[in-house]
């Protein structure tokens, strides 16, 4: 079978899933609508995984371009096209198994819901759409997709559309996703207007014959290439939740752990980095704009890393924990260490996922019960549960070997590389409060022993094995995905030829301009010093947590601290008051705009000046009644005087 | 052998399709005993026959490379020399699709009026068929005299249904919609009164045909005067920012179907009138005030949204939205380039395909809850699931969500405005983008999710066959043009490039000082009219 000539199926199937189970299929059979709901997705997976194969092991792997179709005519002819390439190899592949994995888990997490049907019409309209995203060869295409992402997960964090709050948390992802979307257009126009053109291929080409293009000021004394690369970038902060648009990933948690797995942590959210390296050609030729990128990202990981360790919701904490990791990603675009963005873009989707999915095993065996506070040694009561848990907490602290040691230490080593100390240093802070805030929810959870009612506690099993199977996969990619990009550095060490898989696969997609250095490289021992830097710093997290939540010590620490600092602690619990922040400086004032323009503008000016000028009207309608008496003397009258004038203006 | 009127209303033309609606649509008045059932499904076989015979007439002529479609035969109307009318009507490219977008709507508002109407079925029927003919004589017409004779009919019974049929305020909406397009229209007779007597004064011979006026070179303060007559006249029907407000009225006490059309057809025969009068009949006037007018349309964009979004009433809020979607058609026809104009056409059919279904489901909530107002709905989605993916459906084609028609115009009008040099425009009216998606989704927010906070609320029926019939088309078509717009740009493409063509080979030259008579145009890129005649000729 030729896979790569079905590339558009890839999409195309989960969509055709989303269609039969959202119109064909009636709720009563479940049977029916998890075949469909698995098949979609499971078909595009092997679909995506036989492609990748194929095109991986060609002999000239060539960027793959299939058009489907002209989508509009003339001046503005846009294909609807699909690409693969090395980049969208990864995102496919990452998002194909995660995605399956996922939807599988659901089955049993969503199984007694009503609206069964309708959440894997959802999700697997998400897929399509995601797979639109990594998959389409142009803006417009990806944009398409990335406006779809944007609507499952309004539909999906709304899912319980019955209650007050997920759907409003619901609209304001959307709306703050708008903002981002905004600026996504305006840079596509800048895109469109200079090159003709919105074809990935077409401008990388372009722009690497002739940089000046990219490089001639354009406007707010930025170059094209900036002004570009600036407006995607505030696309990305929007779709990938970084300050000061990350607001309404934390509320997305309102949506099924399922989804706030698969949108809101393994995908979607990462959709913006995909596209920031998906453009690396422009972001080369920004550096102002890439500085940029990274200071927001450092920002937004140490930001969101401390907000995370005062959360009690375990949700909360994996939602501010993703804000975080995926400022690490866009630290790594911004420093131009694109392939260790996508290896931590992809590393992160396997443990993230799977941390969200034992979340939900957690909030499954609590009975839909989310505070941590409630919980604790949970881990007799779920023996498979625990362990996969622990391996993604190991795994995103960052220890060895597990896949987020290698991710997050190319990460850093590119920002040691390229001389950005200041931003290495947020980076190995951030490393460290994540092990401490992740060990945190682990002991809270798992460890010391049941703070919750002696119903829960009966209540208390271990998920079905249609749960528990996604997470022993998963897990198991959270040990292995980092070892494809184990740095070229330790191979060399150990007198091996270099296998840094990743790295190499996805070289021909970091385009190489002259004059931009990308090659920063570290001696040996500096990469290895970094290396155990990065490991002290993690296990220190580690014990950290250890010591103040290990064991029966439970939430002593919490309250030790609420007493000693209930400033700092009302802070961060509140998450700095940015929601209460933008309502003052954002949306009342525009609201009180809004009401003016309508009360004030229309009604009183418009319209009042409309309601005197009838007022007048009818008055003069009113003296011209006094006239019309009805007494032919006084018509004769006028008569005559009219007679009068004509003749007057006929002599005259 | 001379064409009679007659002939042309029974021939395979233009005529009989204008025509046919008030024509058929007689009988009605005199149905008064008649059963109510038989009333409505004669009007509706008669709306459907109309559709058909619209749809036939252009599916023979699909596919002409040419700018114009077809013309019927030029009759003599007025003849006082040395005053002379004809009646000349043809079909072009940009006339196409509003032409097409009035046939479906058509039997779609009968059959969405079918319940909400309970007085004076047929003459409400009628009323509907008559503003058909007004219309879409409106569209075709190719003399600026029978133009203004449509322009007028439409708003007779669109008075009517209003102040018949219409809410508690329904007279004062009526009149103000009547006052308000009347003084416009009345400034635009005078404008077109001046041309035809200018066209006088160098022939001898007055003529109001289009294609003699399109000669007509005039010194740049008459073209000020009479653009400005001219953009009133369109600009109060469009509506534009400061001129609108008879619109969110005149929605609020309409019917249902009275909204449908006025929102779905009758405002864009003001951006129609931009497109095909206004800017190629005065193009250095018009180039002179495009950022002005830009302008206007950016602060209508804004403005329309943040006005929408504090509403309370659904049906206003979804009125003052059309203000904001309006404002983007004008931006995109002031931009003058031809991948705007073309958004801005297809955008002008996209807006009444999402708003006329927004106003069809907010009719079909009304009529079983007899409220519009937000306080009273909330959690509808449990009780009417299809309902709920309808209003969800078409408010996402609304908020311009790729993939839905939406998306296609502005996404054109915008990348056409930027291309243009309008940067800041385009830039600045994608604000808009961001608040339809604050106002709209308020919409969803207050009707169908959360929770149910009224009894009433919890067994409202979901849709039935009837309504899910009237909103299935437009559901189909938003999917379509979103997904596959390319079929539905094609056919306007000529046309519009001609006329952009011309438009600014004529501003490239300086105005006269005074009114010249420009030689008939014959060449390839001459006027829209011009060229089509010129492949008709060629037996193309």
């Known amino acids: ?310 959360q009690n919701d375990i949700k909360k904490v994996l939602a501010y924990s993703t804000v975080s990791q995926l400022g690490y990603m866009f630290l790594a675009a911004g420093v131009g260490a694109y392939v260790a963005a996508i290896f931590h873009l992809a590393t992160h989707a396997f443990f993230k996922a799977l941390l969200f999915l034992g979340s939900g095993s957690v909030i499954h065996a609590m009975g839909g019960e989310q505070d941590m506070q409630k919980m604790g040694g949970l881990r007799k009561h779920l023996p498979l549960t625990y362990p996969t848990y622990l391996i993604a907490t190991l795994a995103i602290a960052g220890i060895p070997p597990l896949a987020g040691f290698f991710s997050k230490d190319e990460i850093l080593a590119g920002a040691f590389a390229g001389h950005h100390h200041l931003i290495w240093g947020v980076g190995i802070l951030t490393a460290g409060l994540t092990a401490c805030y992740m060990f945190r929810s682990v002991y809270l959870t798992f460890h010391g022993s049941f703070r919750g009612s002696h119903e829960q506690e009966h209540h208390l099993h271990e998920s079905p094995k249609v749960m528990t199977v996604p997470l022993v996969l998963l897990a198991l990619g959270a040990v292995t995905a980092g070892w494809i990009g184990i740095p070229t550095g330790l191979w060399e060490m150990a007198g091996f030829a270099d296998h840094n898989v990743l790295h190499h696969f996805l070289s021909p997609v970091i385009a190489t301009l002259p004059g931009v250095d990308t090659g920063h490289h570290l001696s040996h021992s500096t990469e290895l010093l970094l290396m155990l830097v990065s490991v002290a710093v993690a296990l220190g997290g580690w014990l950290v947590a250890k010591r103040l939540w290990g064991g029966e010590r439970g939430l002593a620490a919490d309250r030790t601290f609420a007493e000693r600092l209930p400033f700092v602690q009302r802070l961060l619990a509140n998450k700095y008051y940015v929601d209460e922040l933008y309502d003052r400086v954002i949306v009342r004032p525009l609201a009180g705009l809004a009401r003016g323009c309508w009360k004030i503008v229309d009604t009183l000016l418009i319209d009042g000046a409309l309601h005197v000028g009838a007022f007048v009207t009818e008055l003069t309608g009113d003296l011209g009644r006094f006239s019309t008496t009805g007494n032919i003397r006084n018509y004769a009258l006028y008569f005559f005087a009219g007679v009068l004038l004509l003749f007057w203006w006929m002599i005259f | ?401 790729p993939a839905l028609n939406g998306f296609v115009g502005e996404f054109m009008i915008l990348v056409g405005t930027f291309k243009a040099g309008w940067r800041w425009f385009a830039a600045l009216s994608t604000v808009g983008v961001v608040l339809a998606a604050i106002y709209l989704l308020k919409m969803l927010q207050q009707t169908i999710w959360g929770p149910i906070t009224r009894e009433e609320n919890e067994s409202v029926p979901d849709l039935g066959l009837r309504e899910a019939l009237t909103l299935a088309p437009l559901c189909v078509l938003m999917l379509w043009i979103g997904v596959a717009p390319k079929p539905f740009l094609e056919p306007s493409r000529p046309a519009l490039a001609a006329l952009l063509e011309d438009y600014r080979s004529r501003c490239a030259e300086p105005a006269p000082d005074e009114p010249l008579l420009a030689p008939a145009r014959v060449s390839a890129g001459s006027p829209t009219f011009a060229a089509g005649v010129v492949d008709q000729e060629a037996g193309r």
């Open chain 1, 1 to 310: 079978m030729d896979a790569l000539s079905l590339l558009w199926w890839i999409p195309a199937l989960p969509f055709l899933g989303a269609a039969v189970n959202g119109l064909l299929v009636r709720n009563g059979q479940k049977g029916l609508v998890t075949f469909v709901g698995l098949a979609a997705p499971g078909a595009s997976m092997l679909l995506g995984l036989t492609a990748i194969w194929q095109y991986a092991t060609g002999l000239a792997p060539e960027p793959l371009r299939q058009a489907v179709y002209s989508w509009t005519v003339g001046e503005m002819s846009i294909d609807v096209a699909f690409r693969l390439d090395p980049l969208s190899a990864v995102m496919t592949f990452v998002v194909t198994v995660v995605g399956f994995l996922i939807h599988v888990y659901s089955v049993g997490y969503m199984g007694r819901e009503e609206g069964y049907r309708r959440y894997f019409s959802f999700l697997n309209l998400f897929m399509g759409a995601m797979l639109l995203l990594v998959l389409g060869s142009n803006f417009l295409v990806m944009f398409v997709g990335w406006e779809g992402v944007g609507l499952c997960s309004y539909l999906l964090i709304g899912y319980y559309f019955d209650q007050e709050f997920p759907p409003e948390a619901g609209k304001k992802a959307f709306v703050v996703n708008r903002i981002g979307d905004f600026a996504f257009l305006v840079g596509m126009l800048a895109l469109f207007a200079s090159f003709g053109t919105l074809e990935f291929g077409e401008i990388t080409e372009r722009v690497l014959a002739a940089p000046e293009i990219a490089k001639a000021p354009y406007v707010f004394g930025l170059s094209l290439a900036g002004f570009v690369t600036l407006c995607l970038f505030i696309g990305a902060m929007g779709k990938s939740a970084q300050i000061p648009l990350y607001v309404w990933l934390p509320d997305a948690m309102a949506g099924p752990t399922p989804v706030s797995a698969l949108i809101h942590a393994a995908t979607m959210v990462t959709a913006g980095v995909y596209m920031v390296v998906r453009t690396n050609v422009l972001y080369q030729l920004a550096p102002e704009i890439s500085l940029f990128v990274a200071g927001i990202g450092a920002a937004t990981a140490i930001f969101a890393a401390t907000i995370g360790l005062a």
């Open chain 2, 1 to 401: 052998m001379s064409t009679s009127f007659l002939d042309l209303l029974l021939g395979d033309t233009i005529t009989r399709f204008v025509f046919f609606p008030t024509v058929a649509g007689l009988p009605l008045l005199l149905m008064r005993r008649a059963p109510a059932a038989t009333v409505k499904i004669y009007a509706l076989v008669v709306s459907l026959v109309e559709l058909a015979l619209i749809g036939l007439f252009v599916v023979g002529r699909w596919g002409s490379t040419g700018a114009l479609l077809a013309r019927d035969a030029v009759l003599p109307w007025i003849d006082l020399a040395p005053l002379s009318v004809v009646y000349e009507v043809g079909l072009d490219g940009i006339s196409l699709p509003l032409v097409l977008l009035t046939g479906l709507l058509l039997p779609i508002v009968l059959l969405g009026s079918w319940n909400g109407i309970d007085k004076h079925w047929g003459g409400y029927a009628f009323s509907m068929l008559l503003l058909t003919t007004g219309i879409l004589g409106a569209l075709v017409a190719l003399d600026l005299f029978v133009f203004y004779v449509f322009w007028e009919v439409m708003l007779i019974p669109m008075y009517l249904i209003i102040g018949i049929w219409g809410a508690e305020r329904r007279i004062y909406a009526a009149v103000k919609f009547f006052l308000f397009t009347m003084a416009g229209s009345l400034l635009m007779l005078i404008g077109i009164l001046w041309l035809g007597w200018t066209y006088g004064r160098l022939t001898g011979v007055w003529s109001f045909r289009y294609e003699d006026l399109l000669r007509l070179e005039l010194p740049i303060d008459q073209q000020l005067w009479l653009f400005g007559a001219f953009a009133i006249a369109f600009a109060i029907k469009v509506p534009m920012f400061p001129v609108h407000t008879w619109l969110p009225d005149a929605h609020v006490e309409a019917p249902t179907g009275g909204s449908v059309i006025l929102a779905g057809i009758l405002l864009k025969l003001g951006t129609y009138g931009f497109l095909r009068f206004a800017l190629p009949l005065f193009p250095h006037a018009a180039d002179r005030l495009t950022p002005w007018l830009l302008a206007l349309a950016l602060v209508g964009i804004v403005y329309g949204a943040l006005v929408a979004w504090v509403q309370v009433d659904m049906k206003k809020l979804v009125a003052y939205s059309s203000i904001a979607h309006l404002g983007f058609v004008m931006l995109g026809i002031m931009a003058c380039d031809l991948v705007a104009w073309q958004g801005a056409l297809i955008q002008m059919v996209n807006h009444g395909l999402s708003t006329g279904a927004l106003f069809l489901l907010v009719g079909m909530l009304y009529e079983r809850r007899h409220t519009k107002k937000f306080e009273d709905f909330g959690g509808l989605a449990k009780p009417m699931p299809w309902f709920a993916t309808v209003l969800v459906f078409s408010t996402l084609a609304s908020v311009g969500l």
